[in-house]
């Protein structure tokens, strides 16, 4: 990463905030107050994007933030004020009362009619909140006394009452990128008056890289376990302080794994997930899952193999497979990590103990080479639906037989183009659901002009 990304915004003067002393943990001293030091949420706050517009317009409506901890949501909303001249009213829905909630309005009421300045009303933890509490501010919200922000990293539609949820638009933030992580790292190291430039703190390579990865995409996660490493470095001969992997380690309780997302290790790992899952060995599926998720690799990354896998190596053996693949892939994106990893063991293990087939990826490839082959036929005119009388002259769906008109919903028709006919492209296996399905597929299409199920197709003639 360039080096200007971050010394540009260091270059903008920070004024002094009497409230945040040396003693504030460094995530709290280093909270920007102005877009221009801001890192992260390019999708609202980059240039000519609404909440952007919103801002500079001092046009702010009532919004909720939803995103996961440490990604810049309370931040944000402080930034909103600061920017905008509101007075900023932050509260805490694990603390505040309902009466905690009237005397906000009550002064905010006040505010707005002598001095003409809105307030923003700021509720941390706004899932946390009850009917009672929410239908509280309501009124108040709609009437404009109060500008609403809201904080939460569980899905408002489930936690917020839909009253409130209709006056207050959602917005989703993201997690911090490594690169983002990395920006607010190397600012607080480089910061003489809010951050730790005083220590003349130095991360080693691969301090760096398992303080990012270890963060889980949190920068005060980040920011306060970098504080505590450089505190407990002591300085040398130089008064430079050289932080090791083994103080990060120490600091954020979790070991490093050597592992390359970039490189080699991240598709050595992989593949040892993916045969040790095709070789139906869960004890292995679950070590290899695990290496992967404590040395960082991205959840998701990790959730997408599962969910091809279940289509390629398990199939329909076992339809389920896909369903609880993609039940896990939804899970991380719903509850984040760590609470995911379990959902992705539970699909890494019954993926590794389900009946094996690849007959589906077998056929799609067979078909691949035929349609790259050149084989593109026109659809046969019995299959074809008659839309316009000129169509019906023509043939258009002449001689189609409908087969739910026929003994076991089955009326045996050719449906494959003239110069493939006959061919069997997908061979079912004999294990699990699978063979159902080949017992089926040889009572329908037996002596039909077809080859046998599970006998393979013919050989292509010349």
Excluded at 152 to 180: D, G, H, I, Q
Excluded at 251 to 273: P, W
């Amino acid at each position: 990463m360039s080096m200007d990304m971050f010394e540009s915004a260091e270059k903008q003067d920070r004024p002094p905030d009497s409230q945040q002393t040396q003693q504030a943990p460094l995530a709290t001293r280093m909270r920007p107050n102005g877009l221009h030091t801001y890192v992260g949420q390019e999708h609202l706050i980059g240039k000519g994007r609404v909440l952007r517009r919103a801002i500079e317009a001092d046009r702010i409506p009532s919004m909720i933030f939803w995103g996961p901890p440490g990604c810049g949501k309370t931040t944000l909303a402080f930034i909103i004020a600061n920017s905008t001249g509101a007075y900023f009213s932050p509260v805490s829905a694990v603390s505040a009362s309902v009466a905690d909630l009237r005397r906000i309005v009550q002064q905010a009421a006040e505010r707005r009619k002598v001095h003409l300045q809105k307030t923003i009303l700021f509720i941390d933890e706004i899932h946390r909140f009850n009917k009672a509490q929410q239908d509280a501010i309501l009124p108040y919200v709609e009437d404009g006394t109060v500008i609403l922000i809201g904080a939460t990293t569980e899905n408002p539609s489930f936690e917020v009452t839909s009253p409130l949820l209709s006056r207050a638009r959602v917005l989703p933030l993201k997690p911090l990128t490594e690169e983002e992580i990395q920006v607010i790292i190397l600012r607080a190291m480089r910061d003489k008056f809010q951050g730790i430039g005083d220590l003349n703190a130095e991360l080693s390579p691969d301090a760096k890289s398992h303080l990012i990865a270890m963060s889980n995409h949190d920068a005060r996660v980040a920011l306060n376990t970098l504080e505590t490493a450089a505190l407990n470095t002591p300085p040398d001969d130089e008064g430079r302080r050289h932080i090791a992997l083994s103080v990060i380690e120490d600091a954020i309780q979790r070991r490093a794994v050597r592992y390359d997302k970039a490189g080699e290790q991240h598709y050595d790992l992989i593949s040892a997930l993916h045969k040790s899952m095709r070789g139906s060995d869960p004890d292995a599926a679950i070590y290899w899952l695990a290496v992967m998720l404590e040395a960082g690799e991205d959840p998701l990354y990790i959730a997408r193999r599962l969910v091809r896998f279940a289509s390629e190596d398990v199939g329909l053996a076992d339809p389920q497979a896909l369903v609880v693949a993609m039940a896990a892939q939804q899970a991380v994106h719903f509850i984040g990590m760590p609470e995911g990893n379990l959902a992705l063991a539970e699909a890494a293990v019954y993926l590794a103990t389900a009946p094996k087939s690849n007959s589906l990826y077998a056929a799609y490839q067979k078909v691949q080479a035929e349609i790259k082959g050149g084989s593109t036929e026109s659809v046969p005119l019995h299959l074809r639906n008659p839309v316009t009388p000129l169509m019906t002259e023509m043939g258009y769906g002449e001689g189609y037989k409908y087969d739910h008109d026929y003994p076991e919903h089955f009326a045996e028709q050719q449906h494959l183009p003239d110069s493939l006919k006959g061919r069997r492209f997908y061979n079912p296996g004999q294990l699990g659901y699978e063979k159902q399905v080949l017992d089926r597929l040889k009572a329908w299409w037996q002596n039909k002009g077809r080859p046998e199920a599970g006998e393979g197709p013919p050989e292509p003639g010349p």
